[in-house]
Nanobody, 124 residues
Framework: QVQLVESGGGLVQAGDSLRLSCAAS????????MAWFRQAPGKERNLVAA????????YYADSVKGRFTISRDNAKKMVYLQMNSLKPEDTAIYYC?????????????????WGQGTQVTVSS
């Protein structure tokens, strides 16, 4: 019922910036939680940032706090992840995810829909 499509990944150098976008379709309501996860080679898929549907509650992983910013445009049903000061350790496949509850959750199991992912590679 809901489709998510990520874009904006690519190959960049350390210190560069990228802006990831996630477009949601198939559901008219915007009362949901949006999040970005990432999965590096050989590691678990972990939450990077999340935002409750009203945007008043956000979460950032310690590793990205101060460098990444999650935002959303409910009118366009778009979610963004602005990534600044990228480091090689940020290299991963980034996934956007949607939780229909609208409440901020930090576990993978709480999210109902997932995008296919976009690769971010940061060279040293």
């Amino acid at each position: 019922q809901v489709q998510l499509v990520e874009s904006g990944g690519g190959l960049v150098q350390a210190g560069d910036s990228l802006r990831l976008s996630c477009a949601a379709s198939g559901r008219t309501s915007t009362a949901y939680t949006m999040a970005w996860f990432r999965q590096a080679p050989g590691k678990e898929r972990n939450l990077v940032a999340a935002m409750a549907w009203r945007g008043s509650t956000t979460y950032y992983a310690d590793s990205v706090k101060g460098r990444f910013t999650i935002s959303r445009d409910n009118a366009k049903k778009m979610v963004y992840l602005q990534m600044n000061s990228l480091k090689p350790e940020d290299t991963a496949i980034y996934y956007c995810a949607l939780d229909l509850s609208g409440v901020l959750h930090t576990t993978r199991e709480a999210y109902d829909y997932w995008g296919q992912g976009t690769q971010v590679t940061v060279s040293s």
